[in-house]
C-alpha cells in the first residue's frame, strides 16, 4: 500500500514538471520571436515572407497563432466603395465661344464691304481705288498693289510706279481694262492716271451698288446673328435662364454695333461719290 502511495506521488511529480517545462518553452519561444523580430528583421521576413505572401503560422507561438485567429478583415463602407465624389458637372460656358465666332462672321463681311466700297469710283484719287485690279505678266496673275506703288499726286491724279519697270505694259493694259474708266498715260518709267469728274448718271449709278452692297453686308451679319441664337439654344436646355437671355442680348448687341458699322461706311461712300 506504501509503495502504491509512493509511485502515485512520482507520477503527479513527472507530470508536474513536464508542465512547467512545456510553459517555460512558451515563454522563451514567445521572447526569442520579439528578440528575432527586433534585432534580425532580415530574419524575420524570411520568417514570414514578403508582405503580399502568405504568413506561415506554424512558426508562430501558440498564443500569437490562436490570437490571429480572431481577427477579421475589416469591410469598406458604402462610401468608399462607390467612389462617388460628389461633385456636379458645371454647364459649359459656351458664351466667349458663340460671341467669338459671331463677331469673327461679322468682321469678314465688314472687311468684304470695304474692299467693294473701294472699287467704286469717285471724282477724288485715292490710292487704295487701283487694289482690286488684276495684272497678268509672265503668265501669272498678282494684285496691281503687288507689282507697283500707287500714290496720289493730286486730288485729281494718281501715280503708278511698278517695282519692276518691265511689266509697265502690264500694268498700263490692266488699269485701261478695268471698270473704273481711268486711261493712264506713260510718263518716263510710271505711269499718271487723271481722275475724270463723274457725270450725273456715273453718280447714280454708283450710289444704287453702295445701296445694294450695304444690303448684303447686312444680311451676312444677320445669318451671323442667326446662327449664335441657334447655338445658344441646342444649348438652352443645359444653361439658366438667365444667362441664355443674358447672351441673347450680348449677340443682339454685337449685330446692332456691326449693323451700324456698314451703315456708317455706306453713307460715307455715297457723300464720297455725289461731292465729288
Same mark, same amino acid.
Given at each position: ?67 490571429r485567429r480572431g481577427f477579421a478583415k475589416g469591410k469598406k463602407s458604402k462610401d468608399d466603395s462607390s467612389g462617388a465624389t460628389g461633385m456636379v458637372d458645371a454647364s459649359p460656358d459656351i458664351g466667349p465661344s458663340v460671341k467669338a465666332a459671331a463677331s469673327s462672321q461679322m468682321e469678314a463681311a465688314i472687311d468684304a464691304l470695304s474692299r467693294d466700297l473701294t472699287k467704286l469710283r469717285t471724282g ?6 487701283? &487694289?482690286?485690279?488684276? #495684272? ?10 503687288? *507689282?507697283? =506703288?500707287?500714290?496720289? @499726286? !493730286? ?8 517695282? &519692276?519697270?518691265?511689266? #509697265? ?10 471698270? *473704273?474708266? =481711268?486711261?493712264?498715260? @506713260? !510718263? ?89
Amino acid at each position: 500500500m506504501s509503495m502504491f502511495v509512493v509511485r502515485r506521488a512520482l507520477s503527479s511529480s513527472r507530470n508536474a514538471i513536464g508542465f512547467l517545462r512545456r510553459r517555460s518553452s512558451s515563454v522563451v519561444q514567445s521572447r526569442d520571436f520579439f528578440s528575432i523580430s527586433s534585432s534580425s528583421p532580415n530574419l524575420m521576413t524570411r520568417m514570414i515572407g514578403s508582405r503580399d505572401s502568405q504568413f506561415d503560422l506554424s512558426i508562430m507561438p501558440d498564443f500569437l497563432r490562436d490570437s490571429r485567429r480572431g481577427f477579421a478583415k475589416g469591410k469598406k463602407s458604402k462610401d468608399d466603395s462607390s467612389g462617388a465624389t460628389g461633385m456636379v458637372d458645371a454647364s459649359p460656358d459656351i458664351g466667349p465661344s458663340v460671341k467669338a465666332a459671331a463677331s469673327s462672321q461679322m468682321e469678314a463681311a465688314i472687311d468684304a464691304l470695304s474692299r467693294d466700297l473701294t472699287k467704286l469710283r469717285t471724282g477724288r484719287a485715292a490710292p487704295g481705288m487701283l &487694289d482690286h485690279i488684276v #495684272v497678268e505678266t509672265g503668265g501669272v496673275k498678282m494684285p496691281l498693289n503687288h *507689282l507697283a =506703288l500707287v500714290s496720289v @499726286l !493730286d486730288p485729281k491724279t494718281l501715280s503708278i510706279n511698278p517695282y &519692276d519697270p518691265d511689266t #509697265v505694259k502690264e500694268l498700263e493694259k490692266a488699269i485701261v481694262s478695268s471698270p *473704273l474708266g =481711268l486711261n493712264p498715260k @506713260l !510718263d518716263g518709267q510710271r505711269l499718271v492716271a487723271s481722275i475724270p469728274a463723274l457725270t450725273k448718271e456715273h453718280i447714280q449709278a454708283m450710289c444704287k451698288i453702295v445701296t445694294k452692297s450695304s444690303e448684303v453686308v447686312k444680311q451676312s451679319i444677320r445669318r451671323a446673328r442667326q446662327k449664335a441664337l441657334e447655338t445658344i439654344k441646342k444649348a438652352g436646355s443645359s444653361l439658366p435662364k438667365d444667362e441664355v437671355k443674358r447672351l441673347e442680348k450680348e449677340v443682339e448687341e454685337l449685330t446692332k454695333k456691326f449693323v451700324k458699322s456698314a451703315e456708317d461706311m455706306c453713307k460715307s461712300k455715297e457723300k464720297e461719290i455725289t461731292q465729288a
